[in-house]
């Protein structure tokens, strides 16, 4: 069974950066495609990026890119989001999300969730 783990998240003033982190276990992560998503309440789950873990081919959201950047690291089986130039309007629980092969940017493509991580942007 793929389980997703999520930490990094906090409070941090606009501007400020933060890096997440996704630990994945119980799959062969070459064969997936993994996203980060995010979700206020009384909201649906947005796309924020996705990564590939195969071949490394990124997408990003338009509302993050330029300031986000996703990555990974396969001898971890860990994958990043780096968010820089924080706003208020990023604050949002952040969910890391594994599915098979081809990443795509709709949230009911994705099998495993983790258990999302708050981060909170201050003005």
């Known amino acids: 069974q793929v389980q997703l783990v999520e930490s990094g998240g906090g409070l941090v003033q606009a501007g400020g950066s933060l890096r997440l982190s996704c630990v994945a276990s119980g799959g062969t992560f070459s064969r997936y495609g993994m996203g980060w998503f995010r979700q206020t309440p009384g909201k649906e789950r947005e796309f924020v990026a996705a990564i590939s873990w195969y071949s490394g081919s990124t997408s990003y959201a338009d509302s993050v890119k330029g300031r986000f950047t996703i990555s990974r690291d396969n001898a971890k089986n860990t994958v990043y989001l780096q968010m820089n130039s924080l706003k208020p309007e990023d604050t949002a629980v952040y969910y890391c999300?594994?599915?098979?092969?081809?990443?795509?940017?709709?949230?009911?493509?994705?099998?495993?969730w983790g258990q999302g991580t708050q981060v909170t942007v201050s003005s």
């Open positions: 999300a594994a599915r098979p092969w081809i990443p795509t940017a709709w949230q009911h493509d994705y099998d495993y």
